[in-house]
């Protein structure tokens, strides 16, 4: 049944996870997604999941890496210096094929960094984060309720696709409180196990193994290509963006997550003061909305983009590959766990376009 | 005629890429004949990363396999989402009491209810012979070259005394496989460590004294009698820990 909550993002990514079918989760306390394994320690067990509080993010990496492979929908969420620690096990995860959720509540860096929100984590996630050639379907939700949408079809994917999925946030995505309505628990008592799990039931020559070992060179080419072939699909059918003011306007704002939030505000005071300004926002990070950039870059009346961050500049990368040069591409940002208003985005656009 | 051995039917027909008197192919066989007992409907190992690595190539259920160190947490989750599975990690001195430190010492002091199998050679196999966290002070390796030096690379770390210490640990053993009798009493050790495990006693882990004639320099022979003549006087036989015994 479908139920009107106010919920922290935190708060409802765990339930959404928990109504779309999660049933393991693992975890390590670290601000400011600390919200997340302390709904699950009391939630799980109520659904009848698993939850450990893990020694250290590696260790719960790993744990989501035998439940995953076992067949559970198995979950982890850390912030950034503790996503950096697990991607060892998510590189295992990815060339393994184990399907499975890591949330990232992101807070600024490098190093210790600070604990205020930040995008700062946008390459780690995007180009693959650990060692060797891998993706993940990456998410950049905007709002509590769009969290939630995400992560309640976030195992269908992940299970989908055989991937590792990340859902992007940021501190305030993770601490801001709003009305969500949470979808309704999905039952999956009756599916059975998939045919790939080592779920401990088979011998000899039915046996199941999970593992991203292949010492023969040509094995492991023939792996690195299948799985880029499923990179290819999810270009193709798994690609979000939103557009706001898009069709007529000379400036086109990007940005993502609780960014394109403020950004939406700046292209509103921008237009009433005559600005022609308008907003893409990618949601899926990878895969990117290139075409849809290139094609916007293609239009006449597109003067230039500007990619609006809490970083010192990641996603403006995927923005100038896409639009090719055809049109510039600038860059505002703050970063250190300052975050910029909407009246600071239009200042710029309104000084830069004179 | 009488059958008086037959392979285990947890051990798949694949020739095992061990070299000659390695104790590897012991410990698979007592492993496995030890799960071929249970008569298990669900069982799921976790291979680690050095010379075991193609551990899942051996045993014949299924396996996955973990990252450097991780096979404790992956087995973990396996058996956290499955608890009627029998579930179990075999690791090497270098995985296990290296860069798994963290991971062996959580899941013993948790009191996970799976069985570990500690194989303990005091050196670094699959990568050549370097010094591991086992190695014997004044031992030889290619990363200690005049023998481990206290002042350089302190001291051996003795996995089953530590481990005992812990709350958690149900069952922890140190066995040797130099002779029939020694092979016999590995035997029994690993054979409770599964049936603890089934009882649902929580964490076992048996430590295997083990050879490496290939890094040791050693012909198979001479390498048994150093297991015999050194290793053991280091790193005693004996029981650590035995909760069961503690229960009757």
Same mark, same amino acid.
């Given at each position: 049944m479908e139920e009107k909550k106010l919920l922290k993002g935190n708060e409802a990514i765990a339930e959404a996870a928990i109504r779309g079918g999660c049933r393991a989760f693992f975890g390590y306390p670290i601000t400011p997604q600390n919200e997340i394994p302390e709904y699950m320690s009391f939630r799980m067990p109520e659904v009848g999941g698993v939850f450990i509080q893990s020694e250290s993010e590696v260790s719960a990496i790993n744990m989501v890496y035998g439940a995953g492979g076992a067949g559970a929908r198995a979950m982890t969420s850390s912030s950034s210096p503790g996503i950096s620690l697990k991607q060892e096990g998510i590189s295992y995860i990815a060339g393994a094929e184990i399907p499975c959720v890591i949330v990232n509540m992101v807070r600024s860096g490098p190093g210790l960094g600070g604990i205020q929100p930040a995008q700062c984590d946008y390459f780690q996630s995007v180009k693959?984060?650990?060692?060797g050639d891998y993706k993940m379907l990456v998410y950049g939700p905007n709002s509590v309720q769009e969290c939630v949408d995400i992560m309640y079809t976030a195992f269908d994917k992940a299970f989908e696709y055989r991937m590792p999925i990340m859902i992007l946030g940021d501190g305030m995505l993770g601490q801001i409180m709003e009305a969500v309505t949470l979808p309704p628990m999905k039952d999956f008592s009756n599916v059975p196990n998939a045919e790939w799990a080592t779920d401990g039931t088979r011998y000899g020559a039915d046996r199941r193994v999970v593992n991203s070992l292949y010492i023969q060179p040509d094995d492991l080419e023939a792996m690195n290509h299948k799985l880029f072939a499923k990179y290819d699909v999810l270009a193709e059918k798994e690609c979000r963006y939103e557009e706001y003011?898009?069709?007529?306007?000379d400036v086109i704002i990007t940005a993502y997550g609780t960014v394109a939030r403020i950004a939406k505000s700046a292209v509103d005071m921008l237009r009433a003061s005559g600005v022609k300004a308008g907003l893409l926002r990618p949601i899926t990070l990878f895969p990117f909305p290139c075409d849809r950039f290139a094609r916007l870059a293609a239009m006449p009346n597109v003067k230039k983009f500007v990619s609006v961050e809490l970083s010192m500049g990641q996603m403006v990368e995927d923005v100038r590959l896409s639009v090719n040069g055809m049109k510039p591409v600038e860059f505002y940002g703050r970063c250190g766990g300052n975050v910029m208003t909407s009246e600071d985005i239009a200042e710029y656009i309104t000084k830069e376009g004179k | 005629m009488a059958i008086v051995f037959e392979k285990p039917k947890m051990l798949t027909d694949k020739p095992t890429h061990y070299c000659p008197g390695c104790t590897h192919g012991l410990a698979h066989i007592l492993t496995a004949k030890a799960i071929d007992?249970?008569? @298990?409907k669900k069982v799921i190992g976790v291979a680690p990363v050095g010379? @075991?690595?193609?551990a899942y190539e051996y045993f014949n259920c299924d396996m996955q396999e973990a990252a450097h160190g991780r096979a404790p947490a992956v087995a973990t989750g396996i058996k956290r989402v499955i608890p009627d599975a029998i579930v179990f990690a075999y690791q090497g001195d270098g995985d296990l009491a290296s860069i798994g430190m963290a991971e062996i010492v959580h899941a013993a002091a948790r009191g996970e209810n799976i069985t570990v199998i500690f194989v303990n050679n @005091?050196?670094? %196999?699959?990568? %050549?012979?370097q010094m591991a966290p086992t190695t014997m002070i004044g031992q030889k390796a290619t990363t200690c070259q005049s023998g481990r030096d206290v002042a350089l690379n302190g001291y051996p770390i003795h996995v089953s005394e530590m481990l005992s /210490?812990? /709350? %958690?640990?149900?069952y922890i053993e140190r066995v040797a496989c130099y002779d029939v009798k020694h092979i016999k009493q590995a035997q029994k050790a690993i054979d409770k460590a599964f049936q603890n495990q089934v009882e649902g006693r929580g964490f076992s882990m048996i430590e295997i004294l083990a050879t490496c004639p290939t890094n040791w320099g050693m012909s198979p022979q001479d390498s048994l009698k150093y297991v015999e003549d050194v290793m053991c006087k280091v790193y005693p036989l004996g029981v650590y820990k035995d909760t069961t015994k503690e229960e009757a």
């Amino acid at each position: 049944m479908e139920e009107k909550k106010l919920l922290k993002g935190n708060e409802a990514i765990a339930e959404a996870a928990i109504r779309g079918g999660c049933r393991a989760f693992f975890g390590y306390p670290i601000t400011p997604q600390n919200e997340i394994p302390e709904y699950m320690s009391f939630r799980m067990p109520e659904v009848g999941g698993v939850f450990i509080q893990s020694e250290s993010e590696v260790s719960a990496i790993n744990m989501v890496y035998g439940a995953g492979g076992a067949g559970a929908r198995a979950m982890t969420s850390s912030s950034s210096p503790g996503i950096s620690l697990k991607q060892e096990g998510i590189s295992y995860i990815a060339g393994a094929e184990i399907p499975c959720v890591i949330v990232n509540m992101v807070r600024s860096g490098p190093g210790l960094g600070g604990i205020q929100p930040a995008q700062c984590d946008y390459f780690q996630s995007v180009k693959g984060g650990g060692h060797g050639d891998y993706k993940m379907l990456v998410y950049g939700p905007n709002s509590v309720q769009e969290c939630v949408d995400i992560m309640y079809t976030a195992f269908d994917k992940a299970f989908e696709y055989r991937m590792p999925i990340m859902i992007l946030g940021d501190g305030m995505l993770g601490q801001i409180m709003e009305a969500v309505t949470l979808p309704p628990m999905k039952d999956f008592s009756n599916v059975p196990n998939a045919e790939w799990a080592t779920d401990g039931t088979r011998y000899g020559a039915d046996r199941r193994v999970v593992n991203s070992l292949y010492i023969q060179p040509d094995d492991l080419e023939a792996m690195n290509h299948k799985l880029f072939a499923k990179y290819d699909v999810l270009a193709e059918k798994e690609c979000r963006y939103e557009e706001y003011l898009c069709d007529d306007a000379d400036v086109i704002i990007t940005a993502y997550g609780t960014v394109a939030r403020i950004a939406k505000s700046a292209v509103d005071m921008l237009r009433a003061s005559g600005v022609k300004a308008g907003l893409l926002r990618p949601i899926t990070l990878f895969p990117f909305p290139c075409d849809r950039f290139a094609r916007l870059a293609a239009m006449p009346n597109v003067k230039k983009f500007v990619s609006v961050e809490l970083s010192m500049g990641q996603m403006v990368e995927d923005v100038r590959l896409s639009v090719n040069g055809m049109k510039p591409v600038e860059f505002y940002g703050r970063c250190g766990g300052n975050v910029m208003t909407s009246e600071d985005i239009a200042e710029y656009i309104t000084k830069e376009g004179k | 005629m009488a059958i008086v051995f037959e392979k285990p039917k947890m051990l798949t027909d694949k020739p095992t890429h061990y070299c000659p008197g390695c104790t590897h192919g012991l410990a698979h066989i007592l492993t496995a004949k030890a799960i071929d007992k249970l008569n @298990a409907k669900k069982v799921i190992g976790v291979a680690p990363v050095g010379c @075991a690595v193609f551990a899942y190539e051996y045993f014949n259920c299924d396996m996955q396999e973990a990252a450097h160190g991780r096979a404790p947490a992956v087995a973990t989750g396996i058996k956290r989402v499955i608890p009627d599975a029998i579930v179990f990690a075999y690791q090497g001195d270098g995985d296990l009491a290296s860069i798994g430190m963290a991971e062996i010492v959580h899941a013993a002091a948790r009191g996970e209810n799976i069985t570990v199998i500690f194989v303990n050679n @005091a050196i670094y %196999g699959m990568t %050549g012979g370097q010094m591991a966290p086992t190695t014997m002070i004044g031992q030889k390796a290619t990363t200690c070259q005049s023998g481990r030096d206290v002042a350089l690379n302190g001291y051996p770390i003795h996995v089953s005394e530590m481990l005992s /210490q812990l /709350q %958690g640990p149900c069952y922890i053993e140190r066995v040797a496989c130099y002779d029939v009798k020694h092979i016999k009493q590995a035997q029994k050790a690993i054979d409770k460590a599964f049936q603890n495990q089934v009882e649902g006693r929580g964490f076992s882990m048996i430590e295997i004294l083990a050879t490496c004639p290939t890094n040791w320099g050693m012909s198979p022979q001479d390498s048994l009698k150093y297991v015999e003549d050194v290793m053991c006087k280091v790193y005693p036989l004996g029981v650590y820990k035995d909760t069961t015994k503690e229960e009757a």
